[in-house]
C-alpha cells in the first residue's frame, strides 16, 4: 500500500471517533541496519540474516503476520485515549493486515501506585479500546505499569484484595498465568514451523520491581525451547523488559564517578543464565522487547533482540514535556535530558515470520503528534 493510500485509510477509520483523531503523514519505513542502533523516532525495517542453508528470499514463505503493539500506557489525560484509538485504526487500515495482536505491556499507565478506583479507571479505558480490534487474535505480556498495589503506601492497598498485584491485567486477559506461548504454520512433517513464548518479566522488589525471571517460569522457559528443537520449529521469544538491550544506557542510565549505572529495571537482571539457555537452541531467532520506547537492534550469538518503540512515543507527552519532567528528577552526576536521545515516535510493529527462520521487524508510526 502506497503512504497516500495508507494515510488516507488511516483517517477514514479514525474519524469514527467523536472527538476526531488528528492522523498525521509520514508512514515511510527507514532502514534500520542489522546491529545498529536506533534511538529516534523513524519508522525501521529490520530483515533477519537468512538461517543457514535456507531457502532464498524469493522462495521462502511467510507464515504469518503479527502486530506487536506495546506500551500504549493509555489513561485519561494527555489525549492518550485517542492516541490508542488512532493506533487501533492503524492496525485496522493495514490492507495486509496482521494474524494476531500481541500486546507487548505496560497497557495502561501507572498502577503499581495507584489506587484501586483509579486502577478500574485504567482498565476500563484500556477493554473500551482494545474492542476496536475486532475478532483478530490477542495475546499478553505483563508490563510493569499493568500491576496493582506493589507500592502499597501510595496505592492505599493491603495485599489482600481479590484483583491485587498482578491478578487484575490476568482477569483482564481471562489467563492463568502470566506466561504462555502459542505455535504458528506447519513444516512438511507435520510439526508447527515457528513457536513464540511470552514471558512475565516483571518481579517484585521491595515495593517496586526488577527485571526477572522466577525460578518457576525459568524451568517452563527452558522445557518450551526444549520442545520446540524436538518440533524442529522456529522460536520468538517475546518480553516486557528486554533480554539485551543498548538503548537504555543512552537514554536511560545514571552517570557515575565509578561508571554507567543501569537500574534493576532497565534490562534482566539474571541476563546472563537467560543467555547460556538461548546458547543450548539455536533456533531461538528473534526476541521482541518494548518497554524502553525506543528502536533499538542487536545481533548477538546468532539471535537478533528488537526494542520495538511504543504506541504511546514518550508517554503521549511532548520531548520537551519529557525533558523537564526528566530534569526534576535529576541525580548528581546525571547528564541534562536535553542530551539525552529521544525517544520513538508513535508507533506498533508489524513482523513477518518465514517457514526458513527468517522474519521482518517493520516499525510503523501512524502520525500521532503529542499536544
Not at 488512532?86 to 492496525?91: F, L, P
Not at 537478533?304 to 530534569?327: F, H, K, L, M
Request: proline share 5%; hydrophobic share 40%.
Amino acid at each position: 500500500m502506497s503512504d497516500t493510500l495508507h494515510r488516507q485509510a488511516l483517517e477514514n477509520a479514525a474519524n469514527i471517533s467523536r472527538r476526531g483523531v488528528l492522523l498525521g503523514a509520514g508512514l515511510g519505513a527507514a532502514a534500520l541496519a542489522a546491529g545498529g542502533l536506533g534511538l529516534g523516532g523513524c519508522a525501521a525495517t529490520g530483515a533477519s540474516a537468512s538461517a543457514q542453508g535456507s531457502a532464498p528470499p524469493s522462495a521462502r514463505r511467510r507464515v504469518s503476520r503479527l502486530c506487536h503493539f506495546t506500551d500504549s500506557h493509555i489513561r485519561p489525560e494527555f489525549n492518550a485515549v485517542e492516541g490508542v484509538a488512532a493506533a487501533m485504526a492503524a492496525v485496522n487500515a493495514e490492507r495486509d493486515r496482521p494474524d494476531r495482536v500481541i500486546f507487548g505491556g505496560d497497557m495502561i499507565m501507572h498502577s503499581m501506585d495507584q489506587t484501586e478506583q483509579r486502577t478500574r479507571e485504567l482498565w476500563s479505558l484500556w477493554t473500551k479500546a482494545t474492542a476496536a480490534l475486532g475478532p483478530i487474535p490477542t495475546h499478553y505480556c505483563l508490563g510493569n505499569h499493568d500491576i496493582w498495589g506493589w507500592d502499597k503506601a501510595a496505592s492505599k492497598s493491603t495485599g489482600n484484595e481479590p484483583l491485587w498485584g498482578k491478578r487484575w491485567a490476568l482477569d483482564i486477559q481471562q489467563a492463568s498465568r502470566t506466561y504462555s506461548s502459542f505455535t504458528l504454520g506447519r513444516t512438511p512433517r507435520g510439526t508447527p514451523s515457528w513457536r513464540v513464548v511470552l514471558l512475565d518479566t516483571i518481579s517484585p522488589r521491595e515495593n517496586t520491581y526488577e527485571g526477572r525471571l522466577d525460578d518457576e517460569q525459568f524451568e517452563w522457559f527452558a522445557g518450551e525451547l526444549k520442545a520446540s528443537g524436538a518440533e524442529g520449529s522456529h522460536v520468538m521469544i517475546v518480553t516486557h523488559i528486554p533480554i539485551l538491550s543498548i538503548s537504555m544506557v543512552a537514554v536511560d542510565a545514571r552517570h557515575r564517578a565509578e561508571g554507567l549505572v543501569l537500574g534493576r529495571g532497565a534490562m534482566m537482571m539474571d541476563v546472563l543464565r537467560i543467555l547460556e539457555l538461548l546458547r543450548a537452541h539455536p533456533n531461538v531467532r528473534l526476541c521482541v522487547s518494548g518497554h524502553i520506547h525506543t528502536l533499538d537492534r542487536i545481533e548477538y550469538e546468532g539471535v537478533t533482540y528488537v526494542c520495538n518503540g511504543a504506541v504511546s512515543g514518550g508517554w503521549w507527552r511532548t520531548r520537551e514535556a519529557n525533558i523537564e519532567r526528566s530534569r526534576g528528577r535529576m541525580q548528581p552526576g546525571d547528564p541534562d535530558p536535553a542530551t539525552r536521545p529521544a525517544r520513538a515516535q508513535s508507533g506498533y510493529t508489524l513482523i513477518d515470520l518465514f517457514d526458513d527462520g527468517t522474519f521482518e521487524n517493520t516499525y510503523r508510526p501512524f502520525g500521532w503528534k503529542p499536544v
